[in-house]
Nanobody, 120 residues
Framework: QVHLVESGGGLVQPGGSQRLSCAAS????????MGWFRQAPGKEREIVAR????????DYAGAVKGRFTISRDNIKNTVYLQMNSLKPEDTAVYYC?????????????WGQGTQVTVSS
């Protein structure tokens, strides 16, 4: 069973950048496809980005494509989300998820989330 812990959230100004990390323990991250999701107040959790086990396949939600980059380091057992050109509508709690199959909102393994607030 893998345990996930997100970090790197905080307050950032519009147009700024932030990098989130998701550190895994209790299992090799290379066994899992990984994803970043986010949930804003009053809204459903939504997919932000996914990455395959070895990082060769990625996909992004339309709202973040070209601004966010998902990556992973299986030696460090960590997945990253680099967020650039941040907008106020990116404000949300960001979660990472792991799944031996396709990552969805129903995936079994989740972190506790990290708050990202984009505001001047």
């Amino acid at each position: 069973q893998v345990h996930l812990v997100e970090s790197g959230g905080g307050l950032v100004q519009p147009g700024g950048s932030q990098r989130l990390s998701c550190a895994a323990s209790g299992g090799s991250l290379s066994r899992y496809n990984m994803g970043w999701f986010r949930q804003a107040p009053g809204k459903e959790r939504e997919i932000v980005a996914r990455i395959s086990r070895y990082g060769d396949i990625t996909d992004y939600a339309g709202a973040v494509k070209g601004r966010f980059t998902i990556s992973r380091d299986n030696i460090k057992n960590t997945v990253y989300l680099q967020m650039n050109s941040l907008k106020p509508e990116d404000t949300a709690v960001y979660y990472c998820a792991a799944d031996p199959s396709f990552v969805t909102a129903s995936s079994h393994y989740w972190g506790q989330g990290t708050q990202v607030t984009v505001s001047s």
